[in-house]
Every structure is written in structure tokens, then in C-alpha cells.
């Protein structure tokens, strides 16, 4: 069974542009969430779908977005990147259900010049 | 909001050795996770805890975990050096899951 697939690996943009970021679950999975990580901030919540629908979002400005195709496959945008923004960004799929664990993806590593 | 606290932030361990790291959380959690990350690459689930004083073992972890006292606790019995990587534990729901700072453990010979 394929794992939780995210594209691009590797990303180097720089300050202004804006990035689309895709991911796609384990099979049968329909909620994907996505989270940034950072030496400094460590792991932090973005938003999370399922069955194409915003359930919850982390506290991140407008600029980071995302959405979730009928496939449950889920794709994120940033917007006018900062500097800040440098991170690696995780999605993870999971059924639904109170004792699903979170499935990780290798991660997509956005650097910001 | 859920917020997630571990300690110690960073561990160093002799092979053969026991220790325990900690996770509090501040308000109600229906459920408290453990994953592990090894260098460079992404989280691996290690348990899932869903009720007061559940407790799951694999190999030498052990996780329990302390609704009331909202204290979860990962030990680590006769460490060795392949359990080297950063352990982190998470509160809240799939859909909202906090993580603590994560503890960074090297397991030395």
C-alpha cells in the first residue's frame, strides 16, 4: 500500500512569489492535514480536510490556503512568501475515526530567498 | 487552546539505561499521540493513547497516559543507540493536533 506522497521534495522561491504545495493520501484515507515545521516554532497545525471540506485551521495569516479534490488528494498555497515562511511543510492522512494515527508524508522543503 | 509541553528537550542516554520523558497538556484531550523522527525525515506514529490510563508497549517504549494529572509519559527501558531520534507527543483531534517541542534523545554507547 503507497504512503501519504507529497511533491514537490525540495522548493527554493523567493520573497513575493506564491507556491502550490500537493499531497496525496494513503488509499481510503479522506482526511488529510497539512503543518509546518521550523527549528524555531517546531510543528505547527495549518488546517485539515476531509471529504473536500475545511474542518479546522491552525492560526496562520490568509496567505496559506488549501483545498481538497473529490480524490481526497489536497494541495496548499502560499501566497506572497516572507522569509518566514522557509519550513518544512508535512501533510498527513488519516481515516476517520477516534483512534486513527496520523500518517506522514516525507515533506516538502520550501526555502524562502 | 490545546498547548503541549514536554520535557526534557533533549536527553542523553547510556545503551542499557532507563529514563522517561513527560508531556503535559493544559486543557481536555480525548487522545494523546507519540511519534518518532529520525534526522531528515518525517514522523512515524508510535502509539495512540484514548483513555485514562491506557498504557501501550512496543518493544522498549512504553506509553501511558494520566487524564486527570493531563500527564502523558514515554519510557524508554534499556536504551539503545537505535532509538536515537525525536520523540514527540501530540494532543487534540485528527483534525486539530498540537504537538509539544519534541525531545531530542541520543542513545550513546
Known amino acids: 500500500k503507497a504512503g501519504v506522497t507529497q511533491t514537490p521534495r525540495y522548493l527554493i522561491k523567493t520573497r513575493g512569489q506564491q507556491v502550490t504545495l500537493s499531497c496525496s493520501p494513503i488509499?481510503?484515507?479522506?482526511?488529510v492535514s497539512w503543518y509546518q515545521q521550523t527549528p524555531g516554532q517546531g510543528l505547527q497545525f495549518l488546517f485539515e480536510?476531509?471529504?473536500?471540506?475545511?474542518?479546522n485551521k491552525g492560526n496562520f495569516p490568509g496567505r496559506f490556503s488549501g483545498r481538497q479534490f473529490s480524490n481526497s488528494r489536497s494541495e496548499m498555497n502560499v501566497s506572497t512568501l516572507e522569509l518566514g515562511d522557509s519550513a518544512l511543510y508535512l501533510c498527513?492522512?488519516?481515516?476517520?475515526?477516534?483512534?486513527?494515527?496520523?500518517?506522514f508524508g516525507s515533506g516538502t522543503q520550501l526555502s524562502v530567498l | 487552546e490545546l498547548k503541549v509541553e514536554q520535557n526534557p528537550l533533549f536527553l542523553s542516554m547510556q545503551e542499557g539505561k532507563n529514563y522517561t520523558i513527560y508531556c503535559n497538556y493544559s486543557?481536555?484531550?480525548?487522545?494523546l499521540y507519540w511519534y518518532r523522527q529520525d534526522p531528515g525525515k518525517s514522523l512515524e506514529s508510535l502509539f495512540v493513547?484514548?483513555?485514562?490510563?491506557a498504557v501501550k508497549q512496543e518493544g522498549r517504549l512504553m506509553a501511558s497516559l494520566d487524564t486527570k494529572a493531563r500527564l502523558s509519559t514515554l519510557h524508554i527501558t534499556a536504551a539503545v543507540h537505535d532509538l536515537s531520534a525525536t520523540y514527540f507527543c501530540?494532543?487534540?483531534?485528527?483534525?486539530?493536533?498540537?504537538f509539544g517541542a519534541g525531545t531530542r534523545l541520543t542513545v550513546k554507547p
Open positions: 498527513a492522512s488519516s481515516r476517520e475515526g477516534a483512534a486513527e494515527k496520523l500518517f
Open positions: 488509499s481510503g484515507h479522506r482526511s
Open positions: 480536510y476531509f471529504s473536500e471540506t475545511q474542518r
Open positions: 486543557t481536555t484531550s480525548d487522545r
Open positions: 493513547l484514548l483513555s485514562n490510563g
Open positions: 501530540a494532543g487534540g483531534g485528527n483534525n486539530d493536533m498540537r
